[in-house]
C-alpha cells in the first residue's frame, strides 16, 4: 500500500515500486501484509528453514524414544525431509518454497502428534510454530497451514483418532477447533507484522521530511549568512575559551578591526573594562548592554546580544555576539527620562497643589466640589451626605503652643479622620481647623450619625506633640442631599455650616442634623449671643446668693452664687437659657472674670460692713482649667479688691476634674490657697485614684442624689456612699438641693457637714444674706442633734460659701 510522507507529498522508495492494494472485507478478517524486499525475505525464510531442519533432526530420535524401529523412524522423517529440501532449493520460486517451508512445520507437528499418540501437549506445536509461517507476511504460507491442519484432523483423525485426539473427543469439533485456534494465531501475527510494517514505512517519511526540512535549513543558513554579511551590526563567534572565529564586515566597520587581524585573537580586546570569564560559555544567553573598545582605544555603548553555540549532543562549542552601537539612544534615552521626570515632577506637584491641602494631604475645596458635583450628577445614586466639621478650642492650640503645634494637631486630625470613614468617602480641609467629609450613596441617617458620632470620637483622644498633649473636640453639621431641592455644593456647605454652628452653640462636641427651621434659630442665637456680649458691660447682670448651713450647728457657712440676666428686651434670663450659648461663643469666659470680680468685691464689702469672715466658691468653666489662665484671674481680682484669696472657692464638675487636663489648672489655684470642690459628684466618672492625687477640699452631692433621700432609708444611697467616699479621702461634704424635712433628717442619719437649698432659702441679694448673718438666727430645722453618724473628723478652718455661674 502507497502514503505519501507527511506534508511533503514524497513517496519513499519502497512506495514508488509497491503496488497500492486495495482494502476490503477480506483484507481486514485476513491482512494480505507486503510483498518484502528480497534480502529481507531470504532472512525470513533462513530462521523458517533453520527451524524447520532442527525438527527434522528432533523426529527420529523421537519416534525412537517412543518405541519404533529405525526404519519407522525413517518413514516418519521422510514427509518433513522432502518438504524441507523443496523449502530449500533455490530454484523454485519464492512462494513454493515457502508454501513448502509453511508444510514441513506443520508436517513435524502431525507427526509428532501421531508419535505421541493424539497427546493434547502434542498439539501445541501447531501453534507453537504458525508465527514462523506468518514471518512471510503473506496469505498463502498460512492458509496451507490451516488447510493442512484441517485436513490432518478431519482425515487422519476419522481414519486414525487415537493418533490425533487422545481422549476419544468427537473429531469434527476437534478439527474446526484447532483450525480456528490457527487461523487466528496467523492473523494475529499477519497483524503485527503489518504494523510493524507501517512502522518501517513511517520511519522511512520520517527520513523523507527530515531530508527536506535539512535541505530548507541549508537553504536558510545561506540567506541568514548574506544578511550577517550586509548587517551593519557586529557578528562575531568565538571559541569556549574565547578565541575569535568569525568576523563579519559589521564587525569590521564597528571596531575598526579587519578580520585578518582579530580571527584567532581572545575576543577580551573588544571588551572596555570588564573582564570576561575563563570559559565564554559561562555567559547568560540574552541581550545586556557593555562597554566596548574600538582598534583606536575610544570606547562606546552597545547592546550585545549573546547566545550559546551548541552541538548535535547538545554540549557548548562557542558563543555568537551580535554587538549594536546605543551611544546615541543612551544618550536620547537619559535626556528624555530627565526630561520625563522634571515634567512629571511638576506635574505632580501642580495636580497637588491644585486639588490637595498642601498642610494634610487631603483633597481641598476645588477636588471637593469636583466629587460633590459628579456625585450629583449621578443619577443612580440614591442619597449623598455632607458633613461639615470644626474644631473645638483649636485657637487655644496656636495661642498657647504655636503654629507648629497648631499644625501637626491640623495633620493627626486629618489622618484620624480619613480612618474613621469609609475608603469611598472623601475627606477635605477647607481652610483653617474646617473639614468636610462626603459619603456618596449612603443607605440611612441613622448610619451617616453613627460616622459623624465616632469621628467626634476620633477627635476626643489627645494628640502628642513633643512634650505636649493636645486634646481638641469637634462640632459636626451634617445635611442630605435630595433630588427635588436643585442644592449646589455651596448650598450644602452653607447648610452643613447652618448645622455646625448650632451643634456648637448647643454646647459644642455634639452633632446636628440640617433643619429648614434651623435659619430662624441661628438668627435667634446671633441675636442672643450679642445681647449676651452687650449685657456683661452694660450691667445687666447680677448676683444671687444661696446659703450654705453648717449641719451641726445650723449656722449659715457660705453662700453660692447664682448668676442672672436681667435682660432689658427679655426679662429675666435664667443661666439654662445662656449659659450653653456663652460656653459655645467664648463668651462664658468674661462672665467667669466678671462673676470672680464681683465675689471678691462682695468679700471686701462684708468684711468692711463687719460680718465674720465668709468664704464664696465660683463654678467656673471647664475649658477655664484647660486654658492656664484662671489662677492669673483669680488673683488679680483678689489683689484688686484686696481680699485673700483663700476665701474663694471654685466648683469644678466631676465630669472635668476626671480629665488629665484639668489637673494642672486645680493645682495652679489651689497653690494660691484657693479651695476646690467637685461639683455635682455622683454623676460623672471619676477615678478614685485621681481624685486621690489632686488638693481638693469639699464634695458636693448633686440634687438628683438628694431627690432620692426619705427618712430612715438613706442607708445604702448615692448620698451615703458620697458620704463614706468623702471621709475616707478626709473632704468635706456638701448636698445640693434640699427641699423637704425628710431628705435634711436623711443627711444627718449620713453625717453630711452642710447643705444648700430651697429648705434653707433661695437665692436672694448680698443685702439680705448681711442681714440673716447679722441676725444670728438659725435657719428652719438646722439646729437639730448631730447624727449618730457623725464623724471623728475636725470641721474646716474656715466656712466657705459657693459663687456659680450656672
Not at 7 to 14: E, F, H, Q
Not at 287 to 305: C, H, I, M, Y
Not at 511 to 536: K, N, P, S, T
Request: with cysteine; hydrophobic share 45%.
Amino acid at each position: 500500500m502507497v502514503r505519501p510522507t507527511r506534508d511533503t507529498g514524497v513517496l519513499t522508495d519502497a512506495e514508488r515500486v509497491l503496488p497500492t492494494r486495495p482494502r476490503g472485507w477480506s483484507t481486514v478478517v485476513l491482512p494480505p501484509g507486503r510483498a518484502m524486499q528480497p534480502e529481507q525475505w531470504t532472512a525470513h525464510h533462513t530462521v523458517v528453514v533453520r527451524t524447520l531442519l532442527v525438527l527434522l533432526a528432533a523426529v527420529p530420535v523421537y519416534a525412537l524414544f517412543r518405541g519404533h524401529d529405525l526404519a519407522s523412524a525413517a518413514l516418519y522423517t521422510a514427509p518433513p525431509a522432502l518438504l524441507a529440501l523443496a523449502a530449500w532449493a533455490p530454484s523454485l520460486s519464492r512462494d513454493t518454497r515457502a508454501a513448502a517451508a509453511a508444510l514441513g512445520l506443520m508436517t513435524t507437528a502431525a507427526v509428532g502428534v501421531h508419535l505421541s499418540d493424539g497427546a493434547t501437549e502434542a498439539h501445541f506445536l501447531f501453534f507453537a510454530l504458525l508465527p514462523l509461517a506468518a514471518l512471510y507476511a503473506a496469505r498463502a504460507p498460512f492458509l496451507l497451514a490451516v488447510v493442512f491442519v484441517a485436513a490432518h484432523h478431519l482425515l487422519l483423525g476419522t481414519l486414525l483418532p487415537h493418533t490425533v485426539f487422545a481422549h476419544g473427543s468427537d473429531v469434527l469439533p476437534m478439527a474446526l477447533l484447532h483450525a480456528a485456534f490457527v487461523l487466528v494465531e496467523s492473523w494475529a501475527c499477519l497483524v503485527a507484522w503489518q504494523h510493524f510494517d507501517d512502522r518501517r514505512e513511517h520511519v522511512e517519511a520520517l527520513v523523507a521530511e527530515r531530508t527536506a526540512a535539512l535541505s530548507a535549513q541549508r537553504d536558510e543558513m545561506a540567506r541568514l549568512a548574506a544578511v550577517v554579511q550586509t548587517t551593519d551590526d557586529a557578528v562575531v563567534t568565538a571559541t569556549p575559551d574565547g578565541r575569535v572565529t568569525t568576523w563579519n564586515p559589521g564587525a569590521e566597520r564597528l571596531y575598526g578591526w579587519s578580520a585578518d587581524e582579530v580571527l584567532g585573537r581572545h575576543a577580551s580586546l573588544l571588551s572596555a573594562g570588564q573582564e570576561l570569564p575563563a570559559d565564554l560559555t559561562t555567559l547568560p544567553s540574552g541581550t545586556v548592554e557593555r562597554r566596548q573598545r574600538r582598534r583606536d582605544g575610544s570606547e562606546f555603548d552597545a547592546l550585545v546580544t549573546l547566545s550559546v553555540i551548541r552541538g548535535d549532543d547538545g554540549t557548548p562549542t562557542g558563543v555568537a555576539a551580535i554587538t549594536r552601537d546605543i551611544t546615541g539612544r543612551k544618550r536620547g534615552e537619559v535626556e528624555a527620562r530627565a526630561t520625563a521626570r522634571q515634567l512629571e515632577q511638576q506635574a505632580g506637584e501642580l495636580a497637588r497643589m491644585a486639588l490637595h491641602d498642601p498642610l494634610t494631604g487631603l483633597a481641598n475645596r476645588a477636588l471637593m466640589q469636583d466629587r460633590l458635583e459628579h456625585a450629583l450628577a449621578d443619577r443612580r445614586a440614591r442619597r449623598h451626605a455632607v458633613l461639615l466639621l470644626d474644631l473645638d478650642d483649636f485657637k487655644t492650640v496656636n495661642d498657647t503652643a504655636g503654629h507648629e503645634a497648631g499644625d501637626a494637631v491640623l495633620v493627626a486630625v486629618a489622618r484620624r479622620l480619613e480612618s474613621s470613614v469609609r475608603p469611598a468617602d472623601t475627606v477635605a480641609r477647607l481652610g483653617g481647623d474646617e473639614f468636610v467629609v462626603l459619603m456618596e450613596d449612603v443607605e440611612g441617617r441613622r448610619d451617616v450619625v453613627t460616622v459623624a458620632e465616632r469621628l467626634i470620637s476620633a477627635l476626643r483622644r489627645p494628640v502628642q506633640w513633643g512634650g505636649e498633649r493636645f486634646t481638641v473636640g469637634g462640632s459636626v453639621g451634617m445635611t442630605f442631599t435630595d433630588a427635588t431641592d436643585g442644592r449646589g455644593m455651596d448650598d450644602l456647605l452653607r447648610d452643613a455650616d447652618l448645622a455646625m454652628y448650632v451643634a456648637k452653640a448647643g454646647g459644642k462636641d455634639r452633632v446636628r442634623v440640617f433643619e429648614r427651621g434651623m435659619r430662624e434659630e441661628v438668627a435667634a442665637q446671633d441675636e442672643l449671643v450679642r445681647d449676651l456680649r452687650a449685657a456683661v458691660g452694660t450691667g445687666e447682670l447680677r448676683v444671687l446668693y444661696q446659703p450654705q448651713v453648717d449641719l451641726r450647728s445650723g449656722a449659715v457657712t457660705g453662700v453660692e452664687a447664682l448668676a442672672r440676666w436681667e435682660s432689658a428686651s427679655r426679662g429675666l434670663v435664667e443661666p439654662a437659657g445662656f449659659i450653653a450659648v456663652a460656653e459655645a461663643t467664648g463668651v462664658i469666659d468674661e462672665i467667669d472674670d466678671w462673676v470672680i470680680g464681683q465675689a471678691c468685691a462682695q468679700l471686701r464689702a462684708w468684711d468692711d460692713a463687719g460680718l465674720p469672715p465668709l468664704r464664696v466658691a465660683v463654678n467656673v468653666s471647664p475649658r477655664r482649667l484647660a486654658t492656664g489662665d484662671l489662677a492669673v484671674s483669680i488673683a488679680a481680682a483678689a489683689r484688686d479688691a484686696g481680699v485673700d484669696p483663700g476665701r474663694l472657692e471654685i466648683e469644678v464638675p466631676e465630669a472635668v476634674a476626671a480629665g488629665p487636663d484639668a489637673a494642672a489648672g486645680i493645682r495652679e489655684v489651689r497653690a494660691l490657697g484657693v479651695h476646690v470642690a467637685i461639683d455635682d459628684f455622683g454623676t460623672g466618672a471619676s477615678s478614685l485614684s485621681r481624685l486621690q492625687d489632686l488638693p481638693l477640699d469639699r464634695l458636693k452631692i448633686d440634687p438628683s442624689a438628694v431627690a432620692l433621700l426619705a427618712a430612715g432609708a438613706a442607708a445604702g444611697s448615692v448620698a451615703d456612699a458620697v458620704i463614706a467616699l468623702g471621709n475616707s479621702l478626709g473632704l468635706q461634704v456638701v448636698a445640693e438641693g434640699v427641699e423637704q424635712p425628710a431628705q435634711l433628717a436623711a443627711l444627718r442619719s449620713l453625717g453630711c457637714d452642710a447643705a444648700q437649698g430651697h429648705l434653707f432659702g433661695s437665692p436672694v441679694p448680698a443685702a439680705t444674706v448681711e442681714r440673716l448673718v447679722r441676725a444670728g438666727h438659725p435657719l428652719p430645722g438646722a439646729a437639730q442633734a448631730s447624727s449618730s453618724r457623725s464623724r471623728r473628723r475636725a470641721p474646716s478652718a474656715s466656712p466657705a460659701s459657693p459663687i456659680t455661674t450656672r
